[in-house]
């Protein structure tokens, strides 16, 4: 049973463009949660996503932020428009379906955004 | 806002020892969990203490719980090399969106063999 999947793993980006991080997550799971994480710092949440829904993304930037999680497919968090700040480890979580109430986070490897 | 704040933010020991790390936290919790980070890789899932809960083992690790104090604490007996890596708290707030944790900054612990 493959775990909360990630891609890419490392990806440099230049001031303007546009990064792309996906992440599938655990098989039988439908909830889905974008974190950040700084340099020596903890997580931070941004986004909490089921298939087709935005759940809550009050932890997201308003602008040059946004995510996705298709029907079909794996969930998107899209950033435009990089800047050096934004620079971080992106982590994907999931969670099981209603009915599990442990409360655990399953998450991925990361995605580590270098913006130059 | 940073929920969880871990004390240290470093520790380093010898192999065998033990490694207690402590976590405060400011508002009423549904659970609070204890994560491990090894270096350029995701958080792995150590153990859940409930609210109504005081203790909780498993295996190596004991997580003490004191609302009343809104702090935890994390003991890794017989402390290993591979243990090291990073150790964060995360709280679950009452009140909060399912899955959102607030997680601190972290204990960096280091177990020289």
């Known amino acids: 049973n493959a775990g909360v999947m990630q891609n890419p793993r490392h990806l440099v980006r230049r001031r303007g463009q546009e990064a792309r991080l996906r992440c599938s997550p655990m098989k039988g799971h439908s909830h889905v949660y974008w974190y950040r994480q700084l340099p020596e710092e903890g997580l931070k949440f941004m986004v909490y996503l089921q298939k087709e829904n935005i759940i809550d993304e009050s932890g997201m930037p308003k602008e040059r932020f946004s995510a996705e999680f298709p029907k079909e497919g794996p969930s998107i968090l899209r950033i435009q428009q990089v800047v050096r700040g934004d620079s971080a480890a992106y982590f994907c979580?999931?969670?099981?379906?209603?009915?599990?109430?442990?409360?655990?986070?399953?998450f991925g490897e990361g995605s580590r955004l270098t913006v130059l | 806002s940073q929920q969880g704040e871990e004390d240290p933010q470093a520790l380093s020991i010898q192999e065998g020892e033990n490694a207690t790390m402590n976590c405060s936290y400011k508002?009423?919790?549904?659970?609070l969990q204890w994560y491990r980070q090894n270096s350029g890789r995701g958080l792995v899932h150590l153990i859940l203490i409930r609210s109504n809960e005081r203790e909780k083992h498993s295996g190596r690790l004991r997580v003490t719980l004191d609302t009343s104090k809104k702090s935890s604490s994390l003991l890794i007996t017989a402390s290993r090399a591979a243990d090291t890596a990073s150790y964060f708290c995360a709280t679950d707030r009452v009140g909060s969106t399912l899955g959102r944790l607030y997680f601190g900054r972290g204990t960096q612990l280091t177990v020289w063999p």
């Open positions: 508002t009423s919790i549904n659970n």
């Open positions: 979580a999931s969670s099981p379906a209603a009915g599990s109430d442990t409360g655990e986070l399953f």
